[in-house]
């Protein structure tokens, strides 16, 4: 999803003298004011069509506490101490990530994810370590929010299981709500022993599908390890370890075929995973505006289906014939040591960016892409963007016309059903993104905000790019801050809020967008949200309220002048 700075006091401001007549006296109220600080909840989502009492960790700030979310579909009722809400989650609600910031006329805290899920869930109930004194977990689909609260801490729970049936256990952690957590999760049989084990299958979360062999009880087990190593060698906890884990025996989406589609045309997508019907028909995705689109069905689980950007196909249609660019072509190294063939027609000179996504969409599968002319011979190979990303991409410049080939396949020479991919290919074109530090801003006393923006030009964009405030109160403006084509503006400028004396009180979203001059593209600047790697577009402003006079003191009386007296 594309998706704060501290608020330092107001200052008591005095203006003129008590001597002087009329002259006023101006008293901040937020002076002593602070802003709220949640940085978590606990539990951290809710099934749609429930309410559910959520725990604030954090301070709540002075005044009156309020909560805005993107959606604007959840009602949240706070405890008289502002430590804890109801949370009412509509039958309509929309699916998957709502995220919220807690704010007051002072400032705001960082913005936060909530869940909505589909399936039912419940708490973790402790003592849960030993398998002896496992929670039963009685549902045949259930989401657990639960934490591993300190350091050496394992949470087990139990299922009564059929022979031939299918149990994936999913864990939501350190990608989704920014845990500290590199989680376990671990199946044992009936007598105790480890039947399933698995460690980082979506970045640091783990996943297991596990056929069951026989009838009997089985239990999940999970712990975690820090996310960023260091010198203990003990399973790691804390009130920060908080996960989110889906325990099912009914169907589940592992991921859709096509894996991206064009968000402006309808598209089917076939459904894999585990549990799912036989033959069952495609699911027609409706045209959306927005870079994602949430599907949601007979499965258990919520699934996210991400834009192209271009027209988008199969595999097995994309090496029929020669592909048509722009295209995004969903593929699967079904096989070890699989390499997937694609052919294009090119023209000397063309420039071209093609890239492998796989791991940013969750899959297994670390790419190598390569690129051949008609002669055979290579014109490029590339493995990892960086040691974080080990996606694919590779610019090239063609030399020769006719028909050119691009490979993929794994780096390691894996495969199974699970190792899919989206290959991308379209002429490079100029453009850059822009970044801010912080996702929430507010004016302290009568100085402007001064935001930063890094831009970072790619593919030889030269040309002025002019950043602009949309959505601003009234009485707050923006002058235009201007990217030069060379320089250091080229990389970073500023662009400086100004509050003008009479603009009243403001809390809400704004956006700040770029655009360049000659060649007209336009791009929003986003943030990071801190402790994930989410990226915000729409920033948040406060304007408190200003101060306010206070009644004329009374002029002092002059002395009576004295009558002269005539001798």
């Known amino acids: 999803m594309h998706l704060f700075s501290p608020f330092p006091a107001f200052r008591w ?22 802003q709220p600080t949640i940085d978590r909840f606990f539990p951290p989502g809710a099934q749609r069509g429930t309410s559910v009492d959520v725990k604030l960790t954090g301070k709540p700030g002075d005044g009156e506490l309020k909560v805005w979310s993107d959606a604007g579909q959840l009602t949240f009722e706070f405890s008289e101490k502002k430590d804890s809400a109801k949370v009412t989650v509509p039958d309509d609600a929309t699916p998957g990530i709502h995220w919220l910031r807690f704010y007051n006329e002072t400032g705001a805290s960082e913005l936060r994810p909530f869940f909505v899920g589909v399936a039912s869930e419940v708490a973790e109930v402790e003592p849960n370590n030993e398998v002896g004194a496992a929670q039963a977990i009685e549902q045949a689909t259930a989401v657990v929010n639960g934490v591993l609260a300190k350091s050496g801490d394992v949470d087990t729970y139990s299922l009564n299981l059929k022979a031939g049936t ?8 350190n990608r989704d709500l920014g845990s500290p957590m590199d989680g376990v999760l671990r199946i044992l049989g009936p ?7 698995n460690d980082d299958d979506h970045g640091f979360d783990p996943q297991l599908a596990f056929e069951v062999p026989a009838d009997g009880t089985y239990f999940v087990r999970t712990f975690a390890f820090p996310a960023t190593p260091n010198s203990t060698i003990r399973l790691a906890g804390g009130a920060t370890y908080v996960y989110r884990l889906t325990l099912t025996t009914e169907a589940f989406v592992d991921y859709t075929v096509p894996a991206m589609v064009d968000a402006s045309a309808t598209s089917e997508v076939a459904l894999h995973g585990w549990n799912l019907p036989n033959n069952s028909p495609p699911l027609v995705v409706p045209i959306f505006q927005t ?93 990892d963007r960086s040691r974080e990303d080990l996606d694919a991409e590779a610019s090239v410049t063609l030399k020769t016309d006719g028909t050119h080939t691009i490979t993929v396949t794994d780096r390691f020479s894996h495969g199974g059903s699970r190792f899919f991919y989206v290959l ?27 935001i930063p923006i890094d831009v970072a030009r790619q593919n030889g964009l030269s040309e002025e790019i002019e950043f602009t405030a949309e959505g601003l109160p009234d009485g707050v403006t923006a002058e235009p801050a ?37 060649s007209k593209i336009e791009t929003s600047v986003v943030a990071p949200v801190a402790k994930l790697t989410a990226e915000a577009e729409h920033l948040w402003l406060t304007v408190p309220k200003g101060p306010e006079p206070k009644e004329p003191e009374p002029a002092e009386a002059e002395p009576a002048a004295e009558e002269s007296k005539t001798p």
């Open 191 to 197: 007598n105790g022993a480890v039947v399933a084990h």
């Open 291 to 383: 870079r994602a689109v949430t599907l949601t069905g007979d499965f258990a689980n919520v699934v996210q289906l991400s834009a192209s950007g271009s027209p988008s196909i199969v595999e097995e249609a994309a090496q029929k014939e020669p592909l048509k660019l722009p295209v995004a072509v969903t593929g699967i190294i079904s096989e070890p040591g699989q390499t997937d063939q694609y052919s294009f027609e090119g023209k000397k000179g063309q420039k071209l960016t093609i890239a492998v996504a796989s791991r940013a969409l969750h899959s297994p599968l670390d790419p190598v892409l390569s690129i051949k002319d008609a002669k055979g011979s290579e014109l490029k190979q590339v493995d």
């Open 13 to 34: 401001i005095h203006s003129g003298s008590l001597l002087v007549i009329a002259s006023l006296t101006l008293a901040s109220p937020s002076s002593a004011a602070e």
């Open 166 to 173: 299918t149990l994936v256990a999913s864990m939501q952690a």
């Open 424 to 450: 991308t290919c379209a002429e490079t074109k100029p453009g850059f993104t822009a970044k801010a530090k912080a996702t929430a801003f507010t004016f302290a006393d009568d100085k402007p905000v001064e």
């Open 482 to 518: 201007v990217s030069t084509k060379d320089g250091d503006a080229a990389k970073k400028v500023t662009l400086k809020l100004v509050r003008a004396s009479e603009a009243k009180a403001f809390s809400g979203t704004f956006r700040i967008v770029g655009r360049s001059k000659d």
